[in-house]
């Protein structure tokens, strides 16, 4: 969602990444048992351990939401955080979060799907 990029609150005196919320507008449920998700942040992908998911007051890492059943309502926020030491320098930023799933029962190829795509400044 535009307006919510955010470097993460300082640790020690070091900004330890950055965060930014995604409001879910498919019009059934969204499953975020997804085998991975991508993130890309000014067109380059960013490995998906660094990867934070927070739903309805849980947070799971990107290498655990294989293991994750969570269903998710339209018009629901999801808050995305990544590890990014340093987080992000002022200016703009172009954000584009991609969910992966498997081909479910028996087998098929998986699928991407866009979940969101904004560009958003850092003051």
């Known amino acids: 969602m535009p307006k919510t990029l955010r470097n993460l609150e300082p640790v020690g ?4 990444g ?5 409001r879910v507008y ?7 048992a997804t085998h991975r998700m991508i993130l890309l942040l000014n067109g380059a992908v960013l490995p998906r351990p660094r990867l934070h998911v927070t739903f309805k007051g849980v947070t799971v890492s990107a290498e655990n939401l294989p293991e994750t059943d969570w269903v998710a309502l339209r ?6 955080a990544v590890e ?6 002022p200016g703009q930023h172009q954000v584009r979060v991609e969910a992966v799933f498997g081909g479910g029962f ?3 190829m998986p699928a991407a ?6 560009s958003d400044v850092i003051e």
């Open 26 to 32: 498919e019009l059934r449920t969204m499953y975020f």
């Open 18 to 22: 950055f965060r930014f919320s995604y």
């Open 13 to 16: 005196g070091k900004v330890t």
């Open 106 to 108: 028996g087998g098929g």
């Open 84 to 89: 990014l030491p340093g987080g992000l320098r």
């Open 113 to 118: 799907v866009l979940l969101a795509e904004f």
């Open 75 to 80: 018009g629901e926020v999801i808050e995305i």
